[in-house]
């Protein structure tokens, strides 16, 4: 019976330390990758609404009165410079021209003969042939067909530019929007000129944006010329579409030398090159714009944040590799996907980068160092 009873305890003593094994081995800490902030230079940016312009527009207009007798050219394509886009019924200016080249071979036919009596009056006076008065007579004679020629030639010009204006040419190179008017439409543009189309030349584009007076104060690339943003960072980047994967690189050309009173904002423009004509006049995009270089900036992965009720914090672990949660406060996203820290954090602390959901406060893991660098 003694014997039996030494058997049960020691079955007894081997299933608790079968379980304390157990157990042990699933309290193991798990491996969770952490790393220090990353310390460096980092331009600092701000992001504004802009619109885009053509570098060129010009409304093509009509100048004449006609009707239209044709459209030269496929709209929303290119059109080269000196190129036919419109013809306007060109009959009435024609047959002006014809007539002021008339008028202008008649002026010239009296000038040639009033120059003609003219010579023969300054021989004649010399022998008193002729009065002191006929004399003077053929010279204003001369002087007044004189003036007619060149009437007779200011009304030849006119007659041939507005002919000109029959043909309505493209003064660039471009793209070409819709006709406003249908071949057969009467033109009325001899009293005021009236909109026929309108080209856009935008291989290069301008990108408008406003900025606040307030703003502006603390903008040291806008405020001082030896700023310590690198030349290269003087570029603004500009982001199309919700998502803002599409970008392309402009230059600041303008800054407006005063503020707005109605808005208190001042206008700023930035010049890009559109070579492929992906980029289209109106359209919206976001504007990067640098202001300001931050030395020796925190910066930790910004996937390692967590939001709650009380804001932004990070997962700290301390020397003996427990985790602890850390209210933060966080500055911009840089382009690589980190995140200036503000305050909160320190450089030689350690925080959780990954697996957010499996941490938690006071928990032991076994840190896997990894680095951002």
């Keep these: 019976m003694k014997k039996q009873i030494c058997t049960v305890v020691l079955f007894g003593l081997l299933l608790v330390g079968c379980g304390k094994k157990e157990a042990t081995q699933s309290m193991e800490a798990l491996s969770i990758e952490v790393a220090k902030p990353v310390v460096r230079?980092?331009?600092?940016?701000?992001?504004?609404?802009?619109y885009l312009t053509a570098d060129v527009e010009l409304d093509i207009v009509g100048r004449v009165n006609g009707t239209l007798l044709s459209k030269n050219y496929a709209s929303g394509q290119p059109v080269k410079k000196?190129?036919?886009?419109?013809?306007?019924?060109?009959?009435?200016?024609?047959n002006a021209v014809k007539q002021a080249e008339a008028a202008l071979k008649n002026a010239k036919a009296n000038l040639d003969y009033a120059k003609s009596s003219y010579e023969r009056m300054k021989e004649a006076i010399k022998s008193d042939a002729v009065s002191r008065i006929q004399f003077v007579q053929a010279e204003s004679n001369v002087e007044s067909c004189e003036a007619a020629v060149s009437n007779a030639e200011a009304e030849l010009k006119t007659a041939r530019t507005n002919l000109s204006y029959c043909y309505v040419r493209s003064p660039i190179d471009g793209v070409a929007d819709l006709a406003e008017f249908s071949d057969g439409a009467y033109i009325s543009g001899a009293g005021n000129p009236v909109k026929l189309t309108t080209i856009y030349k935008a291989d290069k584009m301008y990108s408008y944006f406003d900025i606040s007076d307030n703003q502006y104060l603390t903008f040291e690339l806008l405020r001082d010329a030896n700023t310590k943003i690198p030349q290269t960072e003087h570029e603004v980047t500009l982001r199309v579409g919700a998502d803002g994967t599409k970008t392309w690189q402009g230059k600041l050309n303008y800054l407006s030398p005063s503020f707005?009173?109605?808005?208190?904002?001042?206008?700023l423009r930035a010049e890009l090159d559109n070579p492929d004509g992906i980029l289209k006049p109106g359209l919206y995009v976001s504007v990067t714009l640098p202001y300001a270089m931050q030395e020796k900036a925190l910066l930790i992965d910004n996937a390692s944040i967590g939001t709650d009720q009380l804001g932004k914090y990070v997962y700290v672990v301390n020397d003996s590799n427990v985790v602890s949660?850390?209210?933060?406060?966080?500055?911009?996203?840089v382009d690589d996907g980190m995140r200036i820290v503000t305050s909160g954090l320190s450089s030689d602390e350690r925080y959780v980068t990954k697996a957010l959901m499996k941490v938690r406060q006071g928990m032991k893991i076994s840190p896997v160092e990894v680095n951002n660098k």
Excluded: A, K, N
Excluded at 41 to 50: I, S
Excluded at 82 to 94: H, K, M, S
Excluded at 260 to 267: A, K, P
């Design 260 to 267: 707005s009173l109605s808005t208190g904002t001042m206008r």
């Design 41 to 50: 230079d980092v331009v600092l940016t701000r992001d504004y609404p802009g």
């Design 325 to 333: 949660t850390r209210p933060i406060e966080i500055g911009q996203l």
């Design 82 to 94: 000196g190129q036919i886009l419109f013809v306007i019924d060109p009959t009435l200016y024609e």
